[in-house]
């Protein structure tokens, strides 16, 4: 049984910073828990964007707090999410955030990230592994 906080982690190798400055991550678990999937608190930042495309992971996301514009940039489309909204990327799909006031939000990835990931120039994360511990 694992049993920690997003506290605990704070300042640590799991508390991870966006090259961007546009964002921060809280990554409770990860792969080298082995259980599949990986899990965060993230923190996007009021009046910044940015854009991502996780070409190699499904992501759900859960708003928490904050207003944020979300914009699927294969369609157009935009929804506004805000606290008890989910959204789903389950075609990989390219879009972009735009945080109208700072914005909390719980994410599950899988496959699961290693802790050490930042988008790359197209928003991708790569696809790092790593062994249980």
Do not use: Q
Not at 50 to 73: F, P, R
Not at 97 to 114: K, M, Q
Request: overall charge negative; aromatic content about 8%; glycine content about 8%.
């Amino acid at each position: 049984m694992i049993v920690r906080s997003f506290k605990d982690i704070e300042n640590t190798d799991r508390h991870v910073r966006s090259k961007s400055g546009t964002w921060e991550s809280k990554r409770i678990v990860l792969a080298r828990e082995g259980v599949g999937f990986s899990l965060h608190e993230t923190t996007v930042y009021a009046g910044t964007e940015t854009s991502m495309w996780y070409a190699h992971h499904i992501e759900a996301v859960l708003c928490v707090e904050g207003e944020s514009e979300l914009t699927n940039d294969e369609t157009g489309e935009t929804h506004l999410i805000t606290p008890g909204t989910m959204y789903l990327l389950d075609g990989h799909e390219k879009h972009t955030l735009r945080p109208r006031t700072d914005s909390r939000f719980i994410c599950v990835f899988n496959p699961p990230v290693t802790g050490r990931e930042d988008h790359d120039a197209d928003g991708v994360y790569p696809l790092l592994t790593e062994e249980a511990v």
